[in-house]
Structure formats: C-alpha cells, structure tokens
C-alpha cells in the first residue's frame, strides 16, 4: 500500500467560503424572509379560522405551508451545521462563538413558529384526508404530521408551557448543572480528577485500575446527599410534568421521540435478557483469564468460577505476542485507511464503496489532530446540498479506521435520504446509529476474519467489551431508571434507595458475570439520568447495536441482493416509525426472533473467544 504522513483538513467551499462571504449572509437573510413567510401563512390562516372558517381551504394552505416550510428547514440545519463545524476545528475564535450565538437567537424565532403551526394543524387535522387525497405527493408527510398532532396531545397551555420553560432553568436544569459541577471538579488526595480516576479504567496497570475505582466510589460516597438531591428532584420534576402533560408513564414519552411501540421495545428487552447467560461467560471467562496472567488486582474475581470485578470490566488483555506490523499494532497511514474503508464498503455494495471514495476524494473529512480542535469524532450532515462532512482525530491507531468507518456510515446514511424533503432528514436516536453500527460491523467482521491468534483475541475482546456495555450495562440502566420513575412517583428517595436500586438492576443485568466488587454509585455518575429531556436515555443504544447487528446477519444470509433493500431502508428512516420502516423492509421488528439474529453474532464471538484465551 501507498505509504504518506498526509492527513487531510476539510474543505467547505461547495457549501460556504466563510461566514463573511455573500453566500452565508444571503442564506441568513433567506432564513429570516422564510420565517416571515412562514409568520404571515400562519396569521392568514389563524385570521380565516377566526373570521370566515368556512371560506379556509385548509388543504391548499397546508401545500403551500409545507412548500415553504421544507426550504427554511433546509437552511436552519444546514446555518446551524456550519455554525458548529467551522468551531468545532478552532473553538478559540470568537467571531465563530458569537457566530453560534446568532444562529442560536435567529432559532428560537423558528421554535415559535413550529408552535403555532401545531395548533394549526390539530384545530384543521379532520381535512387532512381531503389534503392528501388533492395533494398526494405530501402522502409520506402522513407520519410526520401525525407526529405534530399527537405532539400537542401532550403539551399545557401556552401559558403553562412558557412558565415551564421559565422554571426549569431554576429547576431541573439547575440541579443539572450543580451535579455536572460537582463532578467536574472532584480530586483525589493528590489532585487527580474524577474524571482523570474514571479514565484510569482502561489503564493496564492492575492495580492502579482497582485503586482508582476505590477513590472514584468513595468521592461519589462523600457527595452523596447533593447528588441523590439533584436526582431526587429532576425526577420529581418529570413526573410532574409528565401528569400535566397526560403522559401515563416516563417510558412513554420516550417511546414516542424514539418513535418505538412497548411491544418492540418488549421484544427487545426480553432479546437481551435471553443472552444474558452468554455475557456473564464472557464475563467469567475474561475474569479468569485477567487472572491466570496475574492482569488483575482481584483476589477473588476468575477463581472458583467467580466473575469479573466492576473496574477490570474495560481492561486490556495484552498482546505482548503481537506483531509490531499488525493491524492491531501498527501505524495506519490515512491513505491505508482510506483504501481499506473504500475496499470494505465496496465489499458490500459498489454504491456504498463509491460513496466512500466520493468522501475522500473531495475532502469531506478532516482527520488532522491540531490545537483548537475538539476531540473525538462525529458527522454533520447539510441540507442544502445533500453533502456530509467528517471530523474525526487521525493518529494512525486500530481504532481510528473504525471510528472513520463508523462516522462515514452516517454520512452515507444521509446520501440515501437525497432528494427528500429537508423534514425527512430528522430521524430519531434508535435509527441514527444503524448505518453507522452496520459500517463498523464490516470492518469489524473483516478484521477479525484476517487476524489469529492474540491479534484475534484482543480485537474480539474489544469488540464484546464494547458490545457488553451496550446491551448489559444499558441493560440495567433501563432496569434502574424504570424502578426511580416507579418509586419516585409514590415519594422522594435517598441515597441509600438510589443505592439499593442500582444494586438490584445491576444483579438483575450482570448477575454472576461479576463478583462482589461492583459499583452501587452509577446512579451518581451518569450525566444522563441528570438531563430533564433525555429520560431513558439508554435502550435507544441497545436498539441501534442490535439493528445494525440485525441487518448485517441478514446481509450474511441474502448476500448481495441485500444491499438495495439496506439503502431503501435508510431513505426512509425520517418518515416512518421503526416498526413500520422495517415491515416494508420485510422484517418484523415487534417479536424478539429479529434481535436473536444481531445477539447470535456476539454469541458466536464469545465462543471463540473463550476457545483462544482458554489457549
């Protein structure tokens, strides 16, 4: 392969030059003039409502509303896009940061705007029949603007919804930010952070890993009166709110933004627990063997049968046999990366792997590790023109193919959705991670077929570690957060209830699969269950492993006619619910049969896994 040390910076120019050229400060004004189209639609309508209702041809007026209303989307996400991404590589330039601030405000004026088409729509929703039957090229609008109808089913009075609003700046998010604070600035005795003791997790150093895990649960056990007091009372919030706005039950409202059924999200769950004996092997068998090479500072975890302890759940195995130009050791050049990724995807679909090389080749990535640069990786997407971009942070690293592939499977995810309408480019979190997941289950699969013997374990373990914490530890999880709703409902709770109820959900989930040394304070450590909007904040990963997982399987069994039915399911992820987005598919999604087949991929893993370490 073609060796270089280049790795390559984006380039925006096909959607802005800058925010001082004329073409971003003509969409700006494009996305104002559309809001004022928008604003003065909405006051005719509200107007013949009022006055002459009779007179209202409602459908017509919906046509032209949904006409104009699908260009200001398209320029909203994509200023908002840019806005982030050109920060994103230089967060200390402040003409960037006040320029987020200014799409911000401009925004907020759209969020009015949606609110009051709401109310449009529901006092017109009986013509509707009548719109689609005269209109029926918005008849994939059905889903969505039933969504926004059932949307206002649970939503106070205008009033009650600002005075809301208003409140939970002082509320929830309040005890949001006072748990984030506290946590953010926790030290040990020698000033290491909590979250420099949580990162310790993943250190080879035995006893350095059980040692942090120590101080971490004992800093949690200090501030356990402020952080059950944040929890306590956001919860509390919720459930209030949640009555007020005639929801039955947390988990409801959940289902509705991840656009799920409780039969599905049942089939799922019940999935999960049925692979739970084949986790907990893995579990013990990992155990024994951090424990037969002296790789942990458990006296009892792996002997006799016993599981793993809490803090060696993400310790290295080690690959001291390893070669230095394996695919697990070596330096990957990005040009090696890139050809791989390309290959890999191609391998699947040439429509796929042609994406792929599109994306390269006219620097839609920018891989480049420099100063001012956020860390990590993501995708944004741009409306209007049907263009991604990627950052990522290149070193040469096993994992960052798999971060690249992953990213880019979002990326061509968005490609299949091009020339739909901008309202169809909103999908929700269990749909946002199946081609990303798929992507990086290509990889995956294909590096695993080409490695042997330690290479082959580690990139197993890896792999199941990282699948584990999606479907055990989001397991139980959902498992804690539905119990708080349950007890939280009947009266406040205590550190201590928090600490009985993680302790139950995480022997319910991970059971023998670990010994005694577990961790009863992840109730205080998970920023989720401190976020007023992100209730359930966990089976939505569980969902998006597993259907990605899903659809590889049946790419395994159908083989290449699969890939036309892949990229046809993901160019409707924005306008149908999951149940009815995989039934066109022609799989059924509501009973666990279909989540058997993603689980049977980790399961087979597992078996070789314990057939190498036992070697």
Not at 173 to 191: F, P, T, V, Y
Not at 254 to 279: D, H, Y
Not at 569 to 586: I, V
Request: aromatic residues 12%.
């Amino acid at each position: 392969m073609k060796q270089t040390n280049f790795i390559p910076r984006w380039n925006l120019d096909s959607i802005f030059s800058s925010i001082d050229s004329p073409e971003y400060k003509n969409a700006i004004a494009s996305y104002n003039s559309g809001m004022d189209n928008l604003e003065q639609l909405l006051k005719t309508a509200r107007k013949f409502i009022k006055e002459a209702s009779s007179n209202f041809d409602f459908p017509a007026w919906l046509a032209g509303y949904l006409e104009a209303d699908n260009n200001v989307t398209a320029l909203a996400s994509t200023l908002n896009a840019y806005a982030y991404v050109i920060y994103s590589t230089d967060t200390t330039n402040t003409a960037y940061l006040n320029n987020i601030s200014k799409i911000d405000e401009i925004g907020l004026r759209y969020e009015q705007i949606e609110l009051s088409f709401r109310s449009v729509l529901l006092a017109n929703s009986k013509y509707l029949d009548d719109f689609y039957a005269r209109y029926p090229k918005f008849a994939d609008y059905k889903f969505i603007l039933s969504e926004e109808i059932e949307e206002t089913k649970h939503q106070m009075s205008p009033a009650e919804e600002n005075l809301a609003s208003d409140l939970q700046r002082t509320g929830g998010d309040a005890w949001d930010r006072l748990h984030e604070q506290i946590i953010s600035n926790l030290k040990d005795e020698n000033g290491k952070t909590f979250n420099e003791l949580r990162n310790d997790a993943y250190s080879p150093d035995a006893v350095l890993r059980k040692k942090s895990h120590l101080k971490e649960v004992a800093l949690l056990r200090q501030n356990e009166i402020a952080f059950a007091a944040c929890l306590n009372n956001l919860k509390g919030e919720t459930c209030t709110l949640n009555k007020r706005r005639n929801w039955q039950a947390a988990i409801d409202r959940s289902l509705s933004s991840g656009r799920l059924s409780k039969e599905t999200l049942n089939a799922l769950i019940s999935a999960i627990e049925e692979s739970l004996p084949s986790w907990r092997e893995y579990f013990k068998e990992k155990a024994k063997y951090l424990s037969e090479h002296g790789l942990t500072a458990s006296e009892t975890a792996g002997k006799n049968g016993a599981g793993l302890a809490f803090y060696d759940l993400f310790a290295p195995i080690g690959t001291k046999s390893a070669a230095s130009d394996s695919i697990l050791n070596k330096k990957w050049s990005f040009e090696e990366a890139k050809d791989y990724i390309i290959e890999r995807y191609s391998s699947f679909s040439p429509e796929m792997g042609a994406f792929a090389k599109t994306a390269f080749e006219k620097n839609w990535i920018d891989a480049e590790v420099r100063p001012g640069k956020v860390g990590g990786a993501y995708d944004e997407d741009f409306a209007l023109t049907h263009e991604s971009r990627i950052l990522s942070n290149f070193t040469g690293a096993f994992s960052d193919i798999i971060t690249l592939a992953h990213e880019l499977g979002h990326a061509y995810h968005f490609s299949c959705m091009k020339d739909k309408p901008a309202a169809f480019f909103s999908y929700p979190m269990t749909l946002a991670e199946t081609a990303s997941t798929f992507a990086e289950t290509i990889v995956k699969q294909d590096m695993i077929s080409k490695c042997d013997g330690a290479d082959k374990l580690q990139i197993l373990e890896l792999d199941l570690q990282d699948t584990s914490q999606t479907l055990v530890d989001i397991l139980s999880r959902f498992y804690f957060e539905k119990s708080v709703f349950e007890k939280r409902s009947e009266g406040e709770l205590s550190a201590n209830d928090f600490s009985e109820l993680m302790k139950a959900a995480q022997e319910k989930s991970y059971g023998d699969g670990l010994n005694e040394e577990r961790h009863e304070y992840m109730w205080a450590v998970k920023s989720h269950y401190y976020s007023t909007g992100l209730d359930f904040y966990n089976f939505p990963y569980a969902f998006g492993q597993l259907f990605g997982a899903g659809l590889y399987s049946l790419y395994k069994k159908e083989g290449e006619k699969f890939a036309q039915r892949y990229a046809e399911l993901l160019s409707h992820t924005g306008n149908m619910s999951c149940e009815e987005l995989c039934k066109e598919c022609g799989f059924d999604i509501t009973t666990s049969d279909f989540w058997k087949e993603g689980i049977s991929l980790y399961q087979k893993e597992i078996d070789l896994f314990k057939e190498l370490a036992d070697k």
